[in-house]
C-alpha cells in the first residue's frame, strides 16, 4: 500500500529487523516514495467518488480525479488542511479520553494492591469496555464526518468543471 501510515509501517520494520545500515541505505528511497504517494494520495483524493457517484471504471475515475483536482487546486489543498487540523484535534481529543480512563485504570490499580485483586479486575474491565465504546464510537463519527465532507466537495466542485474550449459550444 501506499498510504503514508504503511509506509511509514514498512520503515519501522526496516529498521527493526533488517538493521540501522540498510535503514540509512533505503531511508532516501523511503522518503521518495513518502512525498511520491501524498502526491497520489491527493491527485486520487476524488477516485471514489467518481467510481461510486458517477459510475466510471477505475482508470476513467483516476483520470477525472487528478484533473478535479488540478482544475480546484486551491479548494483540494484548502480541505486537506482543514481535514488535517480536524484530525489533530480529534487526536487530541482522544487523547484527553483515554487519560482520563487511564488515570481511572491506575487509581484501580493501586486500590487493588491495597484490597481484592478481583475487584479490581471486574472495575478495570468496566472501564476498558466503556473506552473501547468511547473510541469506537468517536471514529466512526469520524470516519463518516470526513466521507461526507469529500463527498459534499466531490459534488460542489463536480457541478463547478471547467469546461475546455471545444466543449462550450
Known sequence: SFKFSSILMEMIVVL?????ELFQFL???FLL???????????????ESFIIIDDTGIVESFQKSSSMVIEHWKETMFLLILMVLVGLRIAFNILVILGIPFL??????????????TLGYILSAVVGLY????VAQLSG?????TKTVWTFTFLDLDAKTILSARESN
Open 104 to 117: 481511572f485504570s491506575l487509581l484501580f490499580g493501586v486500590l487493588v494492591s491495597f484490597t481484592n485483586a
Open 16 to 20: 527493526s529487523y533488517l538493521g540501522r
Open 27 to 29: 531511508g532516501p528511497i
Open 141 to 145: 463519527t469520524l470516519l463518516v464526518f
Open 131 to 134: 473506552t473501547l465504546y468511547f
Open 33 to 47: 516514495v513518502m512525498i511520491l504517494s501524498v502526491f497520489v494520495s491527493i491527485l486520487f483524493t476524488y477516485a
